[in-house]
């Protein structure tokens, strides 16, 4: 199918006006779903000749304008000028970040506590307020529909924020609302993600179960290529064998870690919580496909003949902590540790020409069917990171990809 040339809009919502789209002689966007960094927005836009009137282009975007980028009609950053520099050549460079990197640069009001047994929809506005006025819950639709351009499937989140209940926790001096809501969303094993609205938030986890929206193709032939160029970094030198985690439970009163002699300790992998007042010793449990004798990775990884990971390395790591009340919460402990030693295992970078495939807008949080004879990889990838290019050479877009659920809150 042949794709059609993108229409490109920034907008400054400050002015309710349009940059003539002469103007933008090159643009780079940077969205990442699962490492917590904003999206960034950097444009050039030329005011160097007699027919642009310079001081208009230099009104509409002063530092602290509001800017909404949009591929198609549908928008794919929101958020504000944070920096501006301007060339001898009247060329005219603004740097933005999306409207979540406000919520990191505000405090949270010291007399803010939220209470034992609030949701988490509740307690996430009662964070944000006054700067967000409404969470969605369900934002993993909204979030792909946007970025798409709206052509991937509904499906049933997975992540409900009005069930889940969190812990009473003031907030903290010097704390930012972003610190503050990060801590209870990485408990509660969720994102914090951008909406088209300033006002909004989106609550969501990455979800590997859905179809293969797009397909990344390399023949050795080049018969069927769509792909410019792509990389693989395998990555084992630092992961563990054995994983151990050394959880601290209370019997009588689940809610609050012993303290003191006598801690209890017990392995995530036994269910069974310890009674008050009795110790068990700590037993190695191991988190994977293999047994006492042949250590290996955790089955999550990419397959068995390509870890030069022998079996009888043995190198553990063991993972404390007073953090988890609950069996469920320290296994979700475990499972974060493993996910960020597994996403280096297997990382994918590819280059493709345009912003499109079959006129769906290239999105984070989407899975792909990769067939690369050159790296010997098939099979489905998640897509975590996207880049979108344009300069004088054409448009292009960076994606970054992952093994499907080697990323866990």
């Known amino acids: 199918m042949t794709e ?43 005011g160097g000749s007699e027919d642009v009137d310079l001081e208009e282009i230099r009104r509409i975007t002063r530092p602290g304008s509001l800017m909404r980028f949009q591929i198609n009609e549908s928008d794919q950053f ?39 047994g609030e949701n988490l929809e509740k307690a996430a506005l009662r964070i944000c307020q006054p700067w967000i006025s409404s969470i969605d819950n369900n934002g993993f639709n909204a979030q792909r529909q946007r970025l798409t351009g709206g052509f991937s499937e509904i499906v049933k989140p997975e992540f409900d924020a009005i069930k889940l209940k969190v812990p009473e926790r003031p907030a903290k001096g010097n704390e ?49 290529n769509n792909v410019v160029s792509g990389s693989m970094k395998e990555s084992y030198g630092e992961i563990p064998t054995v994983y151990i985690e050394l959880t601290r439970f209370s019997g009588q009163n689940r809610g609050l870690p012993i303290k003191g002699s006598g801690t209890q300790y017990d392995v995530f992998g ?25 250590q290996l990775i955790w089955e999550g990884r990419r397959n068995s003949k390509s870890a030069p990971l022998g079996n009888k390395l043995y190198r553990p790591r063991y993972v ?19 996910s960020s030693d597994l ?8 280059k493709i020409a345009g912003f499109t495939q079959n006129n769906v ?40 990809l992952i093994q499907k659920n080697t990323f866990f809150l």
């Open 176 to 224: 930012s609302v972003w610190q503050m809501l990060m801590k209870f969303c990485e408990r509660s094993g969720c994102l914090i993600l951008p909406s088209n609205s300033t006002e909004i938030l989106v609550l969501a986890k990455p979800e590997y179960n859905q179809e293969p929206l797009y397909k990344l193709v390399r023949n050795l032939n080049g018969y069927g």
């Open 78 to 116: 929101l958020g504000r000028i944070t920096d501006r520099d301007t060339s001898d050549q009247g060329v005219i460079q603004i740097s933005c970040s999306d409207y979540r990197a406000e919520l990191l640069n505000s405090y949270v009001d010291p007399s803010v506590i939220v209470n034992q």
């Open 4 to 46: 059609k040339q993108p229409n490109i809009n920034l907008i400054n919502e400050s002015a309710n006006q349009a940059i003539p789209k002469n103007q933008i002689i090159g643009f780079t966007l940077q969205s990442k779903f699962i490492n917590r960094a904003f999206d960034t927005l950097s444009v050039d836009l030329f």
């Open 343 to 350: 996403q280096n295992t297997l990382q994918l970078t590819y």
């Open 270 to 294: 036994d269910k069974s919580i310890i009674p008050a007042g009795q110790t068990q010793k700590v037993r190695e449990v191991i988190y994977g496909n293999g047994s006492d004798e042949e």
């Open 361 to 400: 807008i290239w999105s984070i949080d989407t899975i792909a069917d990769v067939y690369d004879e050159l790296l010997d990889i098939k099979e489905q990838m998640y897509i975590e990171g996207r880049t979108f290019n344009y300069s004088g050479s054409g448009a292009t877009t960076t994606l970054n």
């Open 320 to 338: 404390e902590t007073n953090e988890s009340k609950t069996a469920l919460e320290a296994e979700k402990l475990m499972l974060k540790e493993l």
